[in-house]
């Protein structure tokens, strides 16, 4: 049996600057932006090669108000992890050589973390 993580929710307080932070500046996929009534909006956005998605919006009720995620997530190159981040002005912590991996961190306005892990392969 097959266990797939395929959605995590993220809390957001303003719906359009989250979608204008991982669409327009982190320059992710916006897969689905719906408002199906009044109070119910549904976000998912999806990283490039990724087979896990993230979803925010209004009425979705996935997590508590005032709730923050941290998501880690495996890149190929640090370095060019960071690049990206810094060329679309998003704020990244520089790379964190540590013995289990190579790290590049970075929040989006409502405080969710993200840790982007390149692996490394013990000598």
Same mark, same amino acid.
């Given at each position: 049996?097959?266990?797939?993580?395929?959605?995590?929710?993220?809390? !957001? %307080?303003?719906?359009?600057?989250? !979608?204008? @932070?991982? =669409?327009?500046?982190? =320059?992710?996929?916006?897969?689905?932006?719906?408002?199906?009534?009044?109070?119910?909006? @549904? !976000?998912?956005?999806?990283?490039?090669? %990724?087979?896990?998605?993230?979803? @925010?919006?209004?009425?979705?009720?996935?997590?508590?108000?005032?709730?923050?995620?941290?998501?880690?997530?495996?890149?190929?190159?640090?370095?060019?992890?960071?690049?990206?981040?810094?060329?679309?002005?998003?704020?990244?912590?520089?790379?964190?050589?540590?013995?289990?991996?190579?790290?590049?961190?970075?929040?989006?306005?409502?405080?969710?973390?993200?840790?982007?892990?390149?692996? !490394?392969?013990?000598?």
């Amino acid at each position: 049996m097959d266990f797939r993580i395929e959605l995590v929710p993220l809390a !957001v %307080s303003d719906v359009d600057r989250a !979608v204008a @932070f991982y =669409g327009d500046q982190v =320059g992710w996929p916006v897969d689905h932006d719906r408002t199906v009534h009044e109070g119910l909006r @549904f !976000v998912q956005v999806t990283p490039p090669g %990724s087979a896990c998605s993230i979803c @925010f919006g209004t009425g979705l009720e996935m997590l508590a108000d005032g709730q923050r995620q941290m998501i880690q997530v495996v890149v190929e190159d640090a370095d060019e992890a960071l690049a990206y981040l810094r060329e679309r002005d998003v704020a990244a912590e520089g790379v964190d050589d540590l013995p289990w991996g190579r790290f590049v961190r970075f929040e989006d306005p409502d405080g969710n973390r993200w840790a982007l892990q390149q692996l !490394v392969v013990p000598a």
